[in-house]
């Protein structure tokens, strides 16, 4: 399937899906396979969390059976689990399962514009393979887990070029690079507490502008001596917004994709994810701190293992406000492109 720029091709939707061609459909995907179950590389953190153990597969399928169990009762009883399937299902990171079904739903959504691209498999695919194999290797010996992503990306990207072509990639390069979205950055943590200071500081200014006095202690919100009415409100690590900035992040590059065509809308709708997760978690922030004051600490909080109905409603909110967030600056966004489109023609 492989040809030089200057052989004949023929469109995806007339190839002639033969022995040989489906051999080398099934190489490629048993080489993915086997790859991705072979990654036993990450970080000494993780090894020590997931017993010296830890498969970059566990995102979908995993290891096989045992893995996929550990998603399915994860899920449930959010237990962790002896792999990376068990952090995505353990954690807040439970979005990453659904990025391979959606890469699917996005394959089936080119599918009318890749059937008429000419397949002619470049054998400059070879050397993006090489690279991220060899990647792959450094990654292994430095003991690195973000590099084993890279790395995959690139065998990814290789293999398309080599089986499909550029032509095909181009088409494909969104899809593509959503499988970014399929790993837990546990990084992203390191920041959170920063994060935790803004957020608090912000609580403490909106609290402030609504008419509800209380005193900035760190990362915590409390009442002022005297008050009627005593409260105590930590911002922790969920309440930072980084968890459901990954989510929003994901969900606004995918809605920029789908609806919209022109590259500086899709780029206001991506960048829109950080400050309305901010104002999400302002809106969460007041929500206990007013049910605090009203219904008290035990309704509106709860115990840190086992917080109240009414906490992790809060929690939703964020994302209603959120996902109407996005909606809203959509239809913005579509008023203005017609609006400027009718008076073009004025």
Same mark, same amino acid.
């Given at each position: 399937?492989?040809?030089?720029?200057?052989?004949?091709?023929?469109? %995806?939707?007339?190839?002639?899906?033969?022995?040989?061609?489906?051999?080398?459909?099934?190489? &490629?995907?048993?080489?993915?396979?086997?790859?991705?179950?072979?990654?036993?590389?990450?970080?000494?953190?993780?090894?020590?969390?997931?017993?010296?153990?830890?498969?970059?597969?566990?995102?979908? /399928?995993?290891?096989?059976?045992?893995?996929?169990?550990?998603?399915?009762?994860?899920? =449930?009883?959010?237990?962790?689990?002896?792999?990376?399937?068990?952090?995505?299902?353990?954690?807040?990171?439970?979005?990453?399962? /659904?990025?391979?079904?959606?890469?699917?739903?996005?394959?089936?959504?080119?599918? *009318?514009? %890749?059937?008429?691209? *000419?397949?002619?498999?470049?054998?400059? !695919?070879?050397?993006?393979? $090489?690279?991220?194999?060899?990647?792959?290797?450094?990654?292994?010996?430095?003991?690195?887990?973000?590099? $084993?992503?890279?790395?995959?990306?690139?065998?990814?990207?290789?293999?398309?070029?080599?089986?499909?072509?550029?032509?095909?990639?181009?088409?494909? =390069?969104?899809?593509?690079?959503?499988? /970014?979205?399929?790993?837990?950055?546990?990084?992203?943590?390191?920041?959170?507490?920063?994060?935790?200071?803004?957020?608090?500081?912000?609580?403490? @200014?909106?609290?402030?502008?609504?008419?509800?006095?209380?005193?900035?202690?760190?990362?915590?919100?409390?009442?002022?001596?005297? #008050?009627?009415?005593?409260?105590?409100? @930590?911002? &922790?690590?969920?309440?930072?917004?980084?968890?459901? +900035?990954?989510?929003?992040?994901?969900?606004?590059?995918?809605?920029? +994709?789908?609806?919209?065509?022109? /590259?500086?809308?899709?780029?206001?709708?991506?960048? #829109? #994810?950080?400050?309305?997760?901010?104002?999400?978690?302002? =809106?969460?922030?007041?929500?206990?701190?007013?049910?605090?004051?009203? +219904?008290?600490?035990?309704?509106?909080?709860?115990?840190?293992?086992?917080?109240?109905?009414?906490?992790?409603?809060?929690?939703?909110?964020?994302?209603?406000? @959120?996902?109407?967030?996005?909606?809203?600056? !959509?239809?913005?966004?579509?008023?203005?492109?017609?609006? &400027?489109?009718?008076?073009?023609?004025?």
């Amino acid at each position: 399937m492989t040809s030089s720029p200057t052989q004949s091709a023929v469109r %995806l939707k007339d190839l002639a899906w033969n022995g040989r061609n489906l051999f080398a459909l099934a190489a &490629a995907v048993l080489a993915c396979w086997l790859l991705l179950g072979t990654v036993l590389y990450c970080d000494t953190s993780y090894r020590n969390t997931f017993n010296g153990r830890c498969t970059l597969t566990g995102l979908f /399928l995993s290891t096989f059976w045992n893995d996929l169990k550990d998603q399915f009762t994860g899920l =449930v009883s959010g237990t962790p689990a002896g792999s990376i399937a068990g952090e995505v299902t353990a954690t807040e990171w439970t979005q990453c399962i /659904l990025v391979p079904p959606l890469v699917a739903f996005l394959v089936w959504w080119l599918w *009318p514009r %890749l059937r008429e691209v *000419p397949v002619r498999g470049h054998a400059s !695919g070879y050397a993006i393979l $090489g690279a991220g194999l060899l990647l792959y290797f450094g990654g292994y010996m430095a003991e690195n887990y973000y590099v $084993g992503i890279v790395s995959m990306e690139l065998v990814y990207a290789g293999l398309i070029v080599v089986f499909l072509g550029w032509a095909m990639m181009r088409l494909l =390069v969104f899809p593509w690079a959503f499988l /970014l979205f399929m790993w837990p950055y546990g990084f992203l943590e390191d920041i959170a507490f920063q994060l935790r200071l803004i957020m608090s500081g912000l609580s403490h @200014d909106a609290l402030g502008w609504i008419g509800i006095d209380n005193v900035l202690n760190g990362t915590a919100i409390l009442s002022p001596p005297g #008050a009627p009415a005593s409260f105590s409100i @930590d911002i &922790a690590d969920p309440c930072s917004g980084i968890r459901s +900035f990954a989510a929003l992040l994901m969900i606004a590059s995918l809605y920029a +994709f789908l609806s919209f065509d022109r /590259l500086w809308q899709k780029i206001i709708i991506v960048l #829109a #994810a950080a400050p309305l997760v901010i104002i999400g978690n302002l =809106v969460r922030i007041i929500m206990l701190t007013l049910g605090t004051i009203h +219904f008290g600490s035990n309704f509106a909080l709860g115990a840190n293992d086992h917080p109240s109905w009414f906490h992790e409603g809060a929690g939703y909110v964020v994302y209603f406000v @959120d996902l109407a967030g996005l909606a809203g600056l !959509g239809w913005l966004l579509n008023q203005f492109t017609t609006g &400027a489109a009718k008076s073009s023609r004025l």
